[in-house]
């Protein structure tokens, strides 16, 4: 099997012990969501297992801004230029990108399928005085309630986690307010990124825990581009993330080999 032949299918979840999440959806890897419950104490500590994250999510937030900007004719240089507009965290993890969001002026509501998650986050939110709709939820919750929609759409890093990556994202799709967007960030599945971002990040560098992704479930932008194409949906990309190991930074780039963002658009 090589990474230009593979494809994605729909997987069955790996069994996890005590896993009695509130959240529930047919897009809930019990195992992925188990693990990252498990370390959801530590999701602010930029020293602790979410450091890769801390040193990636600058990058991550210009990107969005950058492109809410330009959707919406905002400027990002004013305080608070996304007043007024709404936004979906799918995801949210501990909030590191949901918090910046509602810096910016978004009205967050983020999501997450952990408990664990959603309280440390809940928590980080509260002491740093700052109002964001957080609740242990899927996505398919969410549609059912009939949330939203919202302007924005974030799902970062998320996809490659869940057991039905078509499913899970058509209808975080849904929730697209006309007018409005959805930005997916992930990693491809090439060869490129089985030796940098699944063998180097987690067996040499020791960036995330060992078995944290499985390069099976990454996505070629094309396939992300085919699950959405039955939706009413323009999108685009991809664009690129790279790292810069002499910086220790991370910056956009041409270069979508490892990870890299989607853009799409509802008119």
């Given at each position: 099997?090589?990474a230009?032949?593979?494809t994605?299918?729909?997987r ?8 009695n ?6 897009s ?7 693990r990252f ?15 890769p994250?801390?040193?990636?999510n600058p990058a991550?937030?210009?990107f969005v ?6 959707r919406?004719?905002?400027d990002?240089k004013?305080?608070e230029?996304?007043?007024?507009l ?5 995801g ?14 978004f009205?967050?509501t983020?999501?997450?399928a ?7 986050a ?6 740093s ?11 398919e919750?969410l ?6 929609p919202?302007d924005?759409v ?25 007018g409005?967007m959805m930005?997916v ?21 020791r960036w995330?825990p ?25 999108v685009?990309?991809?664009y ?19 990870n ?8």
């Amino acid at each position: 099997m090589t990474a230009s032949s593979d494809t994605v299918s729909v997987r069955e979840p790996r069994e996890a012990k005590e896993f009695n999440d509130q959240a529930a959806g047919p897009s809930i890897d019990p195992a992925d969501v188990a693990r990252f419950s498990v370390q959801a104490a530590e999701w602010w500590d930029a020293r602790g297992p979410f450091a890769p994250l801390h040193r990636f999510n600058p990058a991550r937030l210009a990107f969005v801004r950058d492109r809410a900007a330009e959707r919406f004719a905002r400027d990002p240089k004013t305080r608070e230029p996304f007043a007024g507009l709404t936004l979906l965290d799918i995801g949210c993890g501990g909030g590191l990108i949901a918090e910046p969001m509602r810096r910016m002026g978004f009205q967050v509501t983020a999501v997450d399928a952990s408990s664990e998650n959603i309280g440390t986050a809940r928590a980080h939110a509260e002491q740093s005085g700052l109002d964001i709709a957080y609740r242990a939820a899927t996505v398919e919750q969410l549609e059912a309630e009939g949330a939203g929609p919202f302007d924005v759409v974030l799902t970062m890093e998320v996809i490659e986690h869940v057991a039905d990556p078509e499913a899970f994202i058509r209808c975080c799709s849904r929730l697209v307010k006309p007018g409005g967007m959805m930005i997916v960030a992930t990693l491809n599945r090439t060869l490129k990124s089985l030796a940098l971002g699944k063998v180097a990040a987690e067996y040499v560098l020791r960036w995330v825990p060992a078995g944290t992704h499985d390069w099976r479930q990454f996505l070629k932008p094309d396939e992300i581009r085919l699950m959405l194409s039955q939706e009413p949906l323009a999108v685009s990309g991809p664009y690129g993330l790279v790292y810069d190991p002499l910086a220790d930074r991370w910056s956009e780039s041409s270069d979508a080999d490892i990870n890299y963002m989607m853009i799409a658009t509802r008119d």
